[in-house]
């Protein structure tokens, strides 16, 4: 008989193990045909498990994690292109119109300059060199126009203050009128080439020119110009001034810093007394600049105009001036340019006082003429009284 009948318990036991074994067998089945499926779909992702703590890593959660990560980094990078691309469209069209809206990377320092850097590109066509000059109107750079065969102009960049911008304006319209009136450039004044406004900086394209007359005067230890040369220079600025009075127009600020060299390149001659270099211009062509103060004779004439040291007597007793003060200051150029310093010797940074001023002229000139001293005003500082007592300072 068998054993399971003569023991029916060990029968019942028999037959749960065998159950067990069964149950196993299929549930390791199971998990090796799981295993062998995710190791599958691994493959096909191309994803590689890697062990980790020593158990095996799910290479499907991995994938799935990979895979968002990507996603956000790629949706991350899509919103940086799109930034990118509409701050570039955005500037493009800015720089192209010549509204007042302001990209958010054109920047202003405190006093009103714009700030700019070696290669910055201006409108898609002037790039900047270098920088000329600085003033208190703004600042004059060097630039290469791409519209005109990468020839080197002189951009001259407006202050982003209003009372510098109206300035500018009203010089833009005497350049116009210039080039109007003299399309060939003869009379020897400044060519304007184009100007625009740019986020609120107007700006004046000029022909380059080279250092002024002070500036060379200056780097050549005041040594004063040869006869010959002042008297070249001479004729130039009498033929720019004249056509500027035919026109009805006067500078008002006629200076050695405001009369260019087209080309300041020089000689250099060994000085044994005062053992030092002294340099000789080559060519003393010049060019006559800075319209911004320039009054046609219809417009409002301001009481004080020039600068003080080329200022003429009628301005200093606000007897009201016209063409004749451009020709003192002429005077007053002509004699620095030979002699090398100025006629009236005035710190005008420590005195402000038209005595003193006056004083100076006398001493040169002689009294102050009485039909000057008849029309000054009674409740000018400069009365007839003190003009009186104050000639026996020209002896």
Request: glycine share 4%; hydrophobic share 30%; proline share 2%.
């Amino acid at each position: 008989m068998p054993r399971s009948r003569r023991f029916p318990s060990y029968d019942r036991r028999l037959r749960r193990r065998q159950s067990r074994r069964r149950s196993s067998s299929c549930s390791s089945s199971r998990r090796r045909l799981r295993d062998r499926r995710r190791r599958q779909r691994s493959r096909s992702f191309g994803h590689i498990s890697c062990e980790r703590n020593g158990t095996l890593t799910d290479s499907f959660f991995r994938h799935d994690f990979c895979a968002d990560r990507d996603a956000g980094a790629e949706q991350r990078s899509r919103r940086r292109r799109t930034r990118t691309r509409s701050y570039s469209q955005s500037r493009s069209l800015s720089s192209q119109s010549n509204c007042g809206v302001r990209a958010w990377a054109v920047k202003d320092d405190e006093e009103g300059h714009l700030i700019y850097r070696t290669g910055d590109v201006l409108q898609d066509r002037y790039e900047i060199v270098g920088t000329l000059g600085e003033g208190t109107f703004g600042k004059v750079v060097e630039c290469v126009d791409h519209h005109r065969g990468g020839c080197h102009i002189a951009l001259k960049i407006i202050k982003n203050v209003e009372k510098y911008k109206e300035a500018a304006r009203l010089e833009i319209n005497v350049l116009e009128k210039i080039n109007q009136k003299d399309p060939e450039n003869k009379n020897l004044c400044v060519q304007m080439l184009d100007w625009f406004d740019y986020h609120g900086h107007m700006c004046i394209s000029f022909e380059l020119l080279a250092l002024s007359t002070f500036d060379f005067m200056k780097e050549n230890h005041y040594l004063p110009y040869s006869i010959s040369q002042v008297r070249h220079m001479a004729y130039q600025i009498c033929l720019a001034v004249k056509f500027l009075h035919d026109n009805r127009l006067t500078h008002t600020d006629l200076k050695p810093e405001n009369i260019l060299f087209v080309n300041s390149e020089y000689t250099v001659t060994y000085n044994t007394e005062k053992k030092r270099d002294e340099r000789c211009v080559l060519n003393t062509a010049v060019r006559l600049v800075d319209f911004g103060s320039a009054t046609f004779d219809h417009e409002h004439h301001s009481t004080i105009v020039s600068t003080r040291h080329y200022r003429a007597p009628e301005v200093i007793l606000e007897l009201g001036w016209s063409q004749p003060c451009d020709v003192w200051s002429i005077g007053c150029i002509l004699f620095e340019f030979y002699r090398g310093y100025t006629l009236f010797q005035i710190n005008a940074a420590l005195t402000h006082d038209n005595r003193e001023h006056l004083a100076m002229m006398e001493r040169v000139h002689g009294p102050v003429p009485s039909r000057m001293i008849r029309k000054t005003r009674s409740g000018n500082t400069l009365s007839v009284h003190w003009c009186c007592q104050n000639l026996s300072l020209s002896t």
